[in-house]
């Protein structure tokens, strides 16, 4: 999404309700600053703000957003929620719960992954930050009630050491971080093929109810991506894969994992909606 299209939309929407800042802020119970900075194109409200945006303002929500589609009337989302909104929402979370691995984490992965993007989707001509990905997956698990420091920290960090050029040993974190992000990383294995080297990948990461967490909440995300992004190929692939490996590992959290159960249910049900949902497109 462009925020400067968007800051623009909001703002002739806002003066052609006959509003100020301050009293469309007021409607939408935030501050005037943040109209500002989503005016001025600073910012970007993310989805459920938007939506509170459009109703208040008594314009379609996608007047607001001002996207072409692929179809008519169809509005394409670049991303679900912003990076820096999602990087705010955590950097404070940490505070206010004293994850202090979470904390550090947020600013290490920012700069680890800085200058990569996610792959662009089919109607997209923006380019999305990758720390978007480990982002969304510390929002989402942190929703679902993980408050383990060591956990949402390996979570911010499970692309580090694969995607960019950290050694783990070099990562500045706890023994426990580091164990778990070791067994997310994935590594070709001597003398085995890369289908060989993958099955042994999600077995190490099967006997680990942790690494198992970051693992089926990593592929919730990148399923939901898929349409759009990947070829045909490529999406029956991903299925295949997650049919294979990943639904396993929720089947074994929900027996093994009381404590993650709640979660292995929602990530399960996501999954299987989003699968079959695709499944559905390529008939």
Known sequence: MDMDRIGRNIAQARKKA????????????????????????????????????AEQLNVPYSQLIGQESGHEGLVYRDRLFHEENMFTRLKATAQAEELTETYKALSYVREKHLGQYRRR??????????????????????????????????????????????????????????????????????GMSKEESKAAYFERIRQDKKASVVKVIDRCNNVSTLAGHFSTAKIVEQIQETETYVLPLLTELKHNAPEYSNLAFLVKYQILSLLEALKNMLD
Not at 21 to 41: D, M, T
Not at 142 to 150: I, L, N, Q, S, T
């Open 18 to 53: 006959g509003l100020t800042q301050e009293q469309l802020a007021e409607r939408v119970g935030l501050s005037p600053q943040a109209i500002s900075k989503w005016e001025n194109g600073r910012n970007l409200p993310d989805l459920e703000n938007l939506m509170q945006l």
């Open 121 to 190: 989707g089919q109607y997209s001509d923006v380019d999305v930050q990758y720390i978007n990905h480990p982002l969304m997956m510390a929002c989402h698990a942190h929703a679902m009630g993980v408050r383990e420091d060591a956990l949402l920290a390996a979570i911010l960090l499970h692309d580090v050491v694969e995607d960019t050029d950290t050694a783990l040993e070099d990562l500045p974190f706890s023994d426990e971080v580091r164990r778990i992000v070791d067994l997310v990383t994935f590594r070709m294995l001597p």
